[in-house]
């Protein structure tokens, strides 16, 4: 079932797991550890001890003239799966991220989206800018906000062997800028719509209401200096789902305007935002789901098809010029499935994140209503429900997706085990599928993750701990 921000609280928290990763002893940090999982050698360095510095050998890549601090000593190499002992902390390692700002924010975000710019297409330098529109959920609270946000000076925090230790840059700090619009309720689901020249944004609102916000003069205020919000800025409003809340949104990426929305009692809408403003939707709905419709996604190739899951553990593809029934619909998880991302360049494939914490990937071609449906690739990895999942959208064979476990994970489905080698990578028992390119951590309770489409390899992630924004070198 669909699941607010409050909701997540009581759950249990899983051992924190993260490939090729440090940890240290006693030392607070705000990040958590990140790394590739294979790219060092598997081995925990020997901890010095202080009695016997006349035997120890020299470590590999690494001076021991001088004693080292009890901080260093206690840096171990870490893997998934293995349990922190008591005092242990994560630490990022700098080395596997080109970029990485954590952002702690005012108030949580359940969900973002980010805005087209005009800043450039395929941008590699630094420091980057975003910007990025999201709604604040403070449950019981009628008063919550919808949020443009500039994110301008993100330096580049990896640093070269020949570059100088003195930059400066790495010393300039990252610079958040915000404009926010009254929402009325908690924002369950923002989506942006992907068209260039107006920035349109549909929320979800606990209460039931489905708003639509010109998101332009919160830009301009941004980059214009004095800017303000005309008189009466009210967003547009749907009132078809009645009071039933939902968290299912999606703009259509080939016609600009069309929107569809679903609730938590199983109904889908259609609605046309026209140039003059003004919301048309159809007063028939798409209503097959037996539960709630916890995603939506248009087809990135056909006008009139979009697929959606529920928490009645099925896929449907539908035609929207077809109400009364969907053309496909197949039962794809034993769980409630929870998100689903269509890819931008193979159309036929489809990947679904359920709440066992499983991800499969389906080729759409295959999909025969009431006939048995096998995943092309499904992976156990995640240890709580999933929260997120967005295929890259360049790069065909490139998912990320994120937990409830609190770990963020970067897939290439092009990887093809090599059974010769199956089995190297492990931990305590815990096998690292060779598809796995890298574990994100250090934020608490991943509710949604994002790729930029104008920083390649950028990814941005919203958390109850704040907004991480970054590239790693696996992408």
């Known amino acids: 079932m669909s699941k607010r921000q409050a909701d997540l609280e009581d759950l249990p928290q899983a051992k924190a797991v993260l490939g090729g990763a440090s940890r240290h002893q006693a030392l607070k940090t705000d990040m958590g550890e990140f790394e590739d999982a294979w790219e060092d050698e598997i081995e925990e360095e020997p901890i010095m001890d202080d009695n016997d510095d006349d035997d120890q ?34 630490e990022a390692d700098p080395s596997v991220y080109v970029m990485l700002h954590n952002m702690d924010v005012r108030l949580p975000f359940l969900s973002f989206d980010i805005l087209n710019d005009n800043l450039g297409e395929e941008r590699n330098n630094f420091p980057a800018t975003a910007y990025v529109a999201a709604g604040t959920s403070v449950p019981g609270v009628r008063d919550n906000e919808v949020v443009v946000m500039k994110l301008s000076n993100l330096h580049k925090t990896q640093q070269d062997e020949d570059e100088d230790d003195e930059d400066d840059a790495l010393d300039e700090d990252p610079v958040l800028e915000h404009r926010s ?51 009466n800025y009210k967003p547009l409003v749907m009132h078809q789902h009645g009071r039933e809340e939902g968290y299912a949104m999606d703009w259509s990426p080939l016609d600009a305007g069309k929107l569809l929305t679903g609730d938590n009692a199983g109904l889908i809408y259609h609605t046309t935002v026209t140039p003059q403003g003004i919301l048309q939707t159809d007063n028939a709905a798409f209503r097959e789901h037996k539960s709630s419709v916890e995603d939506i996604q248009w087809s990135p190739s056909e006008r009139t098809v979009f697929a959606s899951c529920s928490a009645d553990q099925t896929v449907k593809i539908w035609d929207n010029r077809t109400k009364k029934r969907s053309a496909v619909s197949v039962h794809a998880s034993n ?11 193979a159309s036929y494939l489809l990947a679904s994140g359920h709440d066992d914490g499983t991800f499969s990937v389906w080729d759409l ?69 060779p598809q796995l390119l890298f574990v ?18 950028c990814v941005l992630s919203t958390a109850n701990s704040g907004l991480n924004i970054f590239k790693t070198i696996s992408v």
Not at 218 to 223: E, H, I, T
């Open 57 to 90: 050998p020299e470590g590999e890549g690494m001076e021991v003239d001088e004693p080292q601090d009890e901080d260093e000593q206690d840096l171990k190499v870490y893997l998934p799966g293995q349990p922190l002992e008591e005092g242990e902390e994560l």
């Open 365 to 433: 071609r295959t999909f025969k209503s009431g006939g048995g449906v096998s995943p092309v690739a499904s992976f156990k990895w995640h240890h709580g429900p999933i929260t997120s999942i967005e295929w890259h959208h360049t790069e065909e064979s490139i998912l990320a997706v994120s937990g409830a476990d609190d770990q963020l994970t970067l897939w290439d489905l092009s990887v093809e085990p090599d059974t010769e080698e199956e089995g190297r990578f492990t931990a305590n028992g815990v096998q690292v599928p």
């Open 335 to 345: 769980s409630d499935i929870n998100v689903i991302t269509w890819n931008h360049k």
């Open 440 to 457: 994100h951590q250090g934020q608490t309770q991943i509710k949604e993750l994002h790729w930029h489409k104008q920083i390649p390899g």
């Open 181 to 231: 619009a009254p929402h009325n309720g908690c924002v369950n689901r923002l989506r942006v719509m992907p068209q260039t020249g107006k920035h349109l944004a549909s929320t979800w609102s606990e209460t039931g209401k489905v708003y639509v916000y010109d998101l332009d003069p919160l830009v301009s205020s941004l980059d214009v200096p004095g800017t303000g919000l005309p008189k």
